[in-house]
């Protein structure tokens, strides 16, 4: 997936901020930012077990999963895909050894 891709799935979740609840599973995430932390959670979870079990079709499928849940999770925030991809780039050229021994922003 590009980030041409992330972009227009973001977009897509942004959009359903005006379907009606009870036809929209991502309006019913969009309305709950706590359920949404919790199925990031969730996703996180399984693609960990499916990358331990060395299951590709599974963490491929998870992955998936996942990255639909923390997009609609940042937007239930009011946070950009642009600007996770902002502090991306900061970082880019710093270990993330040095990064882990500074206190957090």
Known sequence: MSKDALDRLAATIRDRRTEAAEKSYTRQLLDDPIKSAKKVGEEG????????AQDRAALLSESADLLYHFLVLLESRDIGL???????????????LERQRRPAR
Do not use: F
């Open 82 to 96: 642009d600007e996770v991809c902002e502090v991306l780039e900061e970082r880019m050229g710093t270990s993330g």
């Open 45 to 52: 979870v399984e693609v960990a077990i499916a990358a331990t």
